[in-house]
């Protein structure tokens, strides 16, 4: 899905109710870019694992599921199928643009709606396990489960603190990787107020788990 480049408020507005590091709020441009319209499936990266001679990791408790999202990998095995398929993982402020619905945002809580149930598998309403891409309602730019089901690798670097010294145009993430990468989005196992547009974590590089998959973005020059 293309995502048309423009500016936006990242972040959680000072009268909500947020953590520390989704605070302070502040204007942010990003580039256009094209992104996945559903988290990358089993199948897809088996797939990948089958041509590039990889070995599945270890299966999660609830199994494999062709149209489950992918789990139970590392950052860099993220990383290595988006470059695979000729793209990279998002930035975290792309990520969150696209949540939002781009240019054509409505101000939703949550990614396409205001209702958490109607957009997205949480603690709340996943039965403990992952669900099939694409089953809730899509967002403003018709992008799928950006609120809940597993969540999601970006490229930066974590930083609590990194919304008071982020750049204003196509941040990157914090300069040190010593808090890990940013996981965006909630996920199954997750209370539903992870699922908010604004929601972030860090994740070590390495970690593997049930609960973090990915979706992939492409530049504009190279789809």
Avoid at 4 to 30: K, N, W
Avoid at 181 to 204: E, L, P
Wanted: glycine share 12%; net charge neutral; with cysteine.
């Amino acid at each position: 899905m293309l995502v048309a480049g423009g500016t936006f408020l990242m972040g959680c507005d000072a009268s909500e109710e947020c953590y520390p590091d989704e605070r302070p709020q502040h204007e942010i441009r990003v580039d256009s870019f094209y992104i996945y319209k559903y988290e990358i499936t089993t199948a897809q990266y088996r797939l990948f694992c089958e041509k590039t001679n990889r070995k599945m990791p270890p299966a999660p408790s609830f199994k494999w599921q062709d149209t489950y999202p992918m789990v139970n990998i590392t950052w860099q095995e993220a990383a290595a199928y988006a470059k695979w398929v000729g793209g990279r993982l998002p930035t975290e402020a792309e990520w969150e643009y696209a949540a939002r619905g781009g240019s054509e945002s409505e101000g939703f809580t949550y990614s396409g709606g205001n209702n958490y149930d109607a957009v997205g598998w949480c603690y709340e309403n996943s039965g403990g396990s992952p669900q099939s891409v694409g089953q809730k309602r899509p967002n403003e730019l018709g992008i799928y489960d950006m609120s809940g089901n597993v969540w999601e690798w970006c490229s930066d670097n974590y930083g609590i603190y990194y919304y008071a010294e982020s750049p204003a145009d196509n941040p990157k993430g914090a300069a040190s990787p010593a808090s890990g990468k940013v996981n965006r989005g909630g996920g199954f196992s997750f209370d539903y107020s992870f699922m908010k547009t604004t929601a972030r974590r860090g994740s070590a590089t390495k970690s593997t788990g049930s609960g973090t998959g990915f979706r992939v973005v492409r530049d504009v020059s190279r789809r």
